[in-house]
Each structure stands twice: as C-alpha cells, then as structure tokens.
C-alpha cells in the first residue's frame, strides 16, 4: 500500500521559514521523481519544486527560485522542502509526488499559512 505522509505545515509570519517533509512508503522510493505541488483556494493546483530519483537534478516553479529549496534522503524515503522567506502568497495546501514511469501517487497535503 503506497502512502505519502506530508509534515511541517503551519502558520507563519511574512519572511519566515518551513521545512516540510514528506514520508514515503510502498513503493520503491529511488526509482521515483518527487515533487511538491500546492494549491491555493480556488486556485488550480501547479507545481512548485521536482526533484530526480538520484536527486541529481531539480527544477522550481518561477515564484518560488531561490526561497524554496527541494532535497530527498533516498536512505529515509523522504523527500523535503525548505521554504524561506514566504510570503502571504505562498499559503496554499502543500501535496507530495511521486512518479515512477507512468505511475503517480499524491499525499493528502499539509497546509502552509502566511499570515501576520
């Protein structure tokens, strides 16, 4: 049974930081490309961060290069994202990725708030 399980959501203040983290099981997890994805209310969803199996390679949405940062330890199945200097346009529900060639899973979110 595949499961993503996100963590590290919150409310912060404008220029502040979060680490979330997203835990992975079922599957094998260095086979997969991960990625953060957020949606906010009545919003689509778009993609934020991705990051390769090996985590060799990543790539960032415009509105978030260099204020979020994408890492995975490929040892604890879990993938992360360090979020700096947020901004009030950064509250969405945060959702975890995987991809293993054609194969998708999402995690249930944990929601990001930026708010003072």
């Known amino acids: 049974q595949v499961q993503l399980v996100e963590s590290g959501g919150g409310l912060v203040q404008p220029g502040g930081s979060l680490k979330l983290s997203c835990a992975a099981s079922?599957?094998?997890?260095?086979?997969?490309?991960m990625s953060w994805y957020r949606q906010a209310p009545g919003k689509e969803r778009e993609l934020v961060a991705t990051i390769t199996s090996t985590g060799g390679s990543t790539n960032y949405a415009d509105s978030v290069k260099d204020r979020f940062t994408i890492s995975r330890d490929n040892a604890k199945n879990t993938v992360y994202l360090q979020m700096n200097s947020l901004k009030p346009e950064d509250t969405a529900m945060y959702y975890c990725?995987?991809?293993?060639?054609?194969?998708?899973?999402w995690g249930q979110g944990t929601q990001v708030t930026v708010s003072s």
């Open positions: 079922g599957f094998t997890f260095r086979w997969s490309a």
């Open positions: 990725n995987a991809a293993v060639y054609s194969v998708t899973w």
